[in-house]
């Protein structure tokens, strides 16, 4: 169960990946957050930041037609 | 780890209309997430974004320099869009379609892009022209020339002209 949490939901590109990355820089190595956002390009951009920063992954995600929940661990 | 030499996007924001400076914001804020520095160097019409709501500070000009001012736009909020602005009116809509769904202002916009480390440098010699002090520009940014374009610019991966 992921300790952090996000909710993006609400903003438009590029808020929600600034805001994941914000919370990124406050947690610790090892541990997971879990953030929502309904921004259609929010898994993309996630995959896309991870792929290019690599400080993260991406561990898993749910695409509902409402909301997009997504898992991402802090690797370093 | 992909331990390299940090990517870096310069940006050049000639243009003073709404929606040129809201693609500027996005790729520099874009940029500085993806871990890459990006700086946005602001000249002619781009100036008038760094320009104070009000300002405070009393600043000594000549007749044409203060008409000059007081016709060009202070800051983010004063910009209309560079296609159907109707008067004012396409502007407004604009922004009521991005407030409905959900998209950030210019001006929230462009305090997250400070905030995420995004460099802004104002051409000195396109302030001069257009009787623009520095005391009239917002806190936090650096002034520059065309030698400090290039230097930040020689470097960079991507730079694009706005």
Request: charged share 30%.
């Amino acid at each position: 169960m992921a300790k952090n949490k996000l909710d993006a939901t609400g903003f438009k590109c590029p808020m929600p990946l600034i805001m994941v990355t914000n919370t990124l820089k406050q947690m610790k190595i090892g541990e997971s957050l879990e953030a929502s956002a309904n921004d259609p390009m929010f898994i993309p951009d996630i995959k896309a930041y991870c792929e290019k920063v690599g400080d993260a992954s991406l561990d898993s995600f749910i695409e509902d037609k409402d909301v997009t929940i997504a898992i991402i661990t802090k690797k370093f | 780890m992909k331990e390299q030499k940090k990517e870096k996007m310069s940006l050049i924001l000639f243009s003073g209309d709404l929606d040129k400076a809201l693609a500027a914001f996005h790729l520099s804020t874009g940029a500085t997430t993806m871990g890459m520095d990006s700086c946005i160097f602001f000249t002619f019409w781009g100036i008038n974004l760094l320009r104070k709501k009000e300002n405070k500070v009393a600043v000594k000009k000549n007749f044409i320099d203060k008409l000059f001012g007081s016709m060009m736009p202070k800051g983010p909020t004063d910009l209309k869009l560079s296609k159907m602005n109707m008067g004012g009116l396409g502007t407004k809509m604009m922004k009521k379609i991005m407030k409905d769904k959900d998209q950030v202002s210019l001006d929230t916009l462009m305090k997250t892009a400070t905030d995420a480390g995004v460099k802004f440098i104002a051409c000195t010699s396109s302030m001069e022209m257009m009787g623009i002090c520095k005391e009239e520009l917002i806190e936090n940014i650096e002034l520059g020339s065309v030698a400090t374009y290039l230097k930040e610019s020689i470097d960079a991966d991507i730079r694009l002209f706005i």
